[in-house]
């Protein structure tokens, strides 16, 4: 074993979360701004990374380490911001014996040391729940003990299902000797959170675990952008690509007359139809033009997901570029294709500045900070 637990470890702590999509990356963003804010020199490292950005020269580095860079202007050389990738088939090759595991924990702890020597504390960020990573022996869990981490897990927002979630990665990390230094639930409905505030932190209690914040949902950071779509059904945007950051607040699926659907058009709608469906299309575009006459001081800003077997006509493409508006077309049917953006959930990038800046500015309002900074700062 590779631990520095107890060896100049440096002070630090570990962020996971109970499973995909509950919203680790933008917790993190916060809580590191709330850190930064209080201590001034702070380190950030994504130890294990899969989603990776390949940067040339065979140098690939995760992406979230690209955010927390940009964001927070960091200085720290990538490799030790993001010491290990996991590309595609590592874990067959790790079955088969071709990965030294040794080496793996050598590049973690030793990058995790580098950080340390410029930075009073460094937080780790980890990839999904806490047992990802078990099949190669490099879970979460696994990693927090290699570097004497204590862990944050974050939550959904509920209260019996996000405990059930939180007690299996508790276990996860009784197993490896990592402690559970507080919890944060996310995305919490206005209309529950005292109730889920009151008994959580009841329930947490029985552990010794304190609740370090409820953060509320926000639609703006629920919302995809035609980026967000494009790269969910991998095809280019036909139209608009100015308006790639686009964000909507209605998405409309159009299986009606187009006298319906002309009374339907709100300000900010997304909507999806067949590609065949060119009375829906020329609607869109004559409200818009009815819209910049007007001189509205709210605009429509519409985007349009075309869909079907049958391509848009080329005509009707040069129209929509014409009129500026953002497109895409995937060949799925509408409903397929409404199911997959109900399923989704929406990720945060580097070039979406608004809504970094947004999750910073919400989670490190709804986390408790100071107490966070107890933590990190007790430990020996």
Same mark, same amino acid.
């Given at each position: 074993?590779?631990?520095?637990?107890?060896?100049? #470890?440096?002070?630090?702590?570990?962020?996971?979360?109970?499973?995909?999509?509950?919203?680790?990356?933008?917790?993190?963003?916060?809580?590191?701004?709330?850190?930064?804010?209080?201590?001034?020199?702070?380190?950030?490292?994504?130890?294990?990374?899969?989603?990776?950005?390949?940067?040339?020269?065979?140098?690939?580095?995760?992406?979230?380490?690209?955010?927390?860079?940009?964001?927070?202007?960091?200085?720290?050389?990538?490799?030790?911001?993001?010491?290990?990738?996991?590309?595609?088939?590592?874990?067959? &090759?790790?079955?088969?014996?071709?990965?030294?595991?040794?080496?793996?924990?050598?590049?973690?702890?030793?990058?995790?040391?580098?950080?340390?020597?410029?930075?009073?504390?460094?937080?780790?960020?980890?990839?999904?729940?806490?047992?990802?990573?078990?099949?190669?022996?490099?879970?979460?869990?696994? *990693?927090?003990?290699?570097?004497?981490?204590?862990?944050?897990?974050?939550?959904?927002?509920?209260?019996?299902?996000?405990?059930?979630?939180?007690?299996?990665?508790?276990?996860?990390?009784?197993?490896?000797?990592?402690?559970?230094?507080?919890?944060?639930?996310?995305?919490?409905?206005?209309?529950?959170?005292?109730?889920?505030? &009151?008994?959580?932190?009841?329930?947490?209690?029985?552990?010794? *675990?304190?609740?370090?914040?409820?953060?509320?949902?926000?639609?703006?950071?629920?919302?995809?952008?035609?980026?967000?779509? #494009? +790269?969910?059904?991998?095809?280019?945007?036909?139209?608009?690509?100015?308006? +790639?950051?686009?964000?909507?607040?209605?998405?409309?699926?159009?299986?009606?007359?187009?006298?319906?659907?002309?009374?339907?058009?709100?300000?900010?709608?997304?909507?999806?139809?067949?590609?065949?469906?060119? &009375?829906?299309?020329?609607?869109?575009?004559?409200?818009?033009?009815?819209?910049?006459?007007?001189?509205?001081?709210?605009?429509?800003?519409?985007?349009?997901?075309?869909?079907?077997?049958?391509?848009?006509?080329?005509?009707?493409?040069?129209?929509?570029?014409? #009129?500026? *508006?953002?497109?895409?077309?995937?060949?799925?049917?509408?409903?397929?294709?409404?199911?997959?953006?109900?399923?989704?959930?929406?990720?945060?990038?580097?070039?979406?500045?608004?809504?970094?800046?947004? #999750? *910073?500015?919400?989670?490190?309002?709804?986390?408790?900070?100071?107490?966070?900074?107890?933590?990190?700062?007790?430990?020996?």
């Amino acid at each position: 074993m590779s631990d520095i637990q107890g060896n100049n #470890a440096g002070k630090g702590i570990f962020i996971a979360s109970t499973g995909q999509h509950i919203g680790k990356t933008t917790t993190s963003l916060g809580i590191f701004s709330g850190l930064m804010k209080r201590t001034g020199t702070i380190g950030f490292i994504k130890p294990v990374g899969q989603e990776f950005v390949d940067l040339g020269a065979s140098v690939r580095v995760d992406k979230d380490v690209l955010l927390f860079q940009k964001r927070f202007g960091l200085k720290d050389q990538l490799e030790h911001m993001s010491p290990v990738i996991f590309p595609r088939g590592f874990t067959r &090759d790790y079955v088969d014996e071709k990965v030294d595991l040794t080496s793996i924990e050598h590049l973690i702890t030793d990058a995790y040391t580098k950080l340390t020597e410029n930075s009073g504390i460094v937080l780790a960020e980890g990839t999904g729940h806490v047992g990802v990573g078990s099949i190669a022996d490099i879970d979460n869990a696994r *990693v927090a003990q290699l570097l004497g981490l204590p862990m944050i897990l974050i939550a959904s927002g509920g209260l019996g299902s996000a405990f059930d979630s939180l007690a299996l990665n508790k276990h996860a990390c009784d197993r490896c000797g990592v402690r559970i230094a507080g919890v944060v639930l996310n995305r919490v409905r206005d209309d529950k959170r005292e109730m889920i505030i &009151d008994y959580m932190t009841r329930a947490l209690s029985r552990w010794g *675990v304190p609740l370090l914040g409820a953060i509320p949902y926000s639609k703006t950071l629920a919302a995809l952008r035609i980026d967000d779509y #494009a +790269r969910l059904f991998d095809v280019p945007i036909l139209a608009g690509q100015s308006h +790639r950051y686009r964000h909507f607040d209605l998405i409309r699926l159009v299986a009606t007359s187009n006298e319906v659907y002309e009374q339907l058009i709100e300000p900010r709608q997304l909507t999806i139809t067949p590609a065949s469906r060119e &009375d829906i299309i020329n609607s869109t575009l004559l409200k818009l033009d009815e819209w910049k006459r007007s001189g509205e001081h709210l605009e429509l800003k519409p985007g349009i997901i075309l869909t079907g077997r049958y391509e848009p006509d080329p005509s009707i493409v040069n129209r929509l570029i014409d #009129a500026d *508006v953002p497109v895409l077309y995937t060949p799925l049917n509408s409903f397929d294709v409404m199911k997959k953006i109900t399923e989704h959930t929406a990720k945060i990038h580097i070039e979406d500045t608004k809504k970094v800046n947004t #999750a *910073v500015d919400l989670v490190e309002s709804h986390i408790d900070i100071d107490q966070l900074l107890t933590i990190v700062s007790s430990q020996k």
